[in-house]
């Protein structure tokens, strides 16, 4: 019961912040599509991740908001997350002095901060994964009548 | 209901952050081109924010488009990055990363947010 109400407060944390990123950068779509278009990696496709992105987060708050979908949102926004902080490793390495494409708040971050903040979120959801995984795999021994380990 | 409870919260607070967010401000973009009939297209100038290079344009004005962009033309800033706003005549604190192509050079990147580049056909 613990477990799982672990698992509900970290996706409920997730939630927030896709739900919250995804809502900030399509309230200020101009200024998300400039930063994307001046990134010399994400140019050429800014016009479409400047939809896509968001909007996979707002998907991703609503896999997570549903507890049937949860654990499907919590493997996509481990994946989006490691998509991310691997897009944020790449911008210190090649353009540092560029701005950052994160919504809202996210944006007065630095690129070292909101890597440690990444790695944070990362850790959480690598915690939710496998607590999920352990949570399905109890309820299916509940349901075959197996004696709990 | 017990299990939706976390998720309405999350939805709650998300919608309490979202409602904090400071509305747009109206602001002015500054337009500056690259001085083609003047100077060459070279990335080393098509880099430099320069008034000898970048002149500027005026307010509010539109980026250039092309099918086939291979040389700079315009470039959009905001007042945190002209040198004066109510007169502006040159660039400030902004860094243009060029790539040269055949005989003329593009703007491939611009920094500071809010700003933004566009190129034009040879």
């Known amino acids: 019961m613990k477990k799982a109400l672990l698992i509900d407060a970290i996706s409920a944390l997730l939630l927030i912040l896709f739900l919250y990123t995804g809502i900030s950068k399509l309230m200020d779509y101009d200024k998300f599509h400039a930063v994307l278009s001046s990134s010399r990696l994400l140019s050429p496709a800014s016009s479409i991740l400047a939809w896509l992105l968001p909007l996979a987060e707002i998907i991703i708050a609503l896999l997570l908001f549903f507890p049937h979908t949860r654990s499907t949102g919590l493997r996509i926004s481990l994946f989006l997350l490691l ?4 897009y944020l490793i790449f911008m210190i ?3 540092p002095k560029l701005p950052c494409s994160c919504g809202g708040v996210l944006n007065k971050m630095g690129w070292k901060q909101h890597i440690l903040f990444n790695l944070f979120f990362i850790a959480l959801n690598l915690i939710a994964v496998g607590g999920s995984r352990i949570y399905e795999l109890l309820n299916f021994l509940r349901r075959q ?3 709990k380990t | 209901m017990k299990k939706y409870f976390l998720s309405f919260t999350a939805v709650m607070v998300t919608v309490l952050l979202v409602a904090f967010i400071p509305p747009k401000p109206q602001e002015d973009m500054f337009y500056f081109y690259f001085d083609g009939t ?3 297209y070279t990335e080393e100038h098509v880099e430099n924010e320069s008034n000898t290079y970048w002149k500027y344009l005026g307010k509010n004005l539109a980026l250039c488009s092309g099918e086939d ?3 700079a033309c315009r470039v959009r800033v905001t007042g945190a990055n002209v040198d004066n706003t109510t007169t502006p005549t040159e660039l400030r604190n902004v860094v ?3 790539e040269q192509s055949g005989p003329t050079a593009h703007v ?3 920094t500071e947010i809010g700003s933004a580049y ?3 056909e040879d």
């Open chain 1, 83 to 86: 998509a991310l902080t691997g």
């Open chain 1, 93 to 95: 390495v090649y353009s």
């Open chain 1, 145 to 147: 009548g197996m004696p």
């Open chain 2, 38 to 40: 003047n100077q060459t």
């Open chain 2, 69 to 71: 962009p291979e040389k």
């Open chain 2, 96 to 98: 243009i990363s060029a």
């Open chain 2, 108 to 110: 491939t990147g611009i």
């Open chain 2, 118 to 120: 566009s190129n034009e």
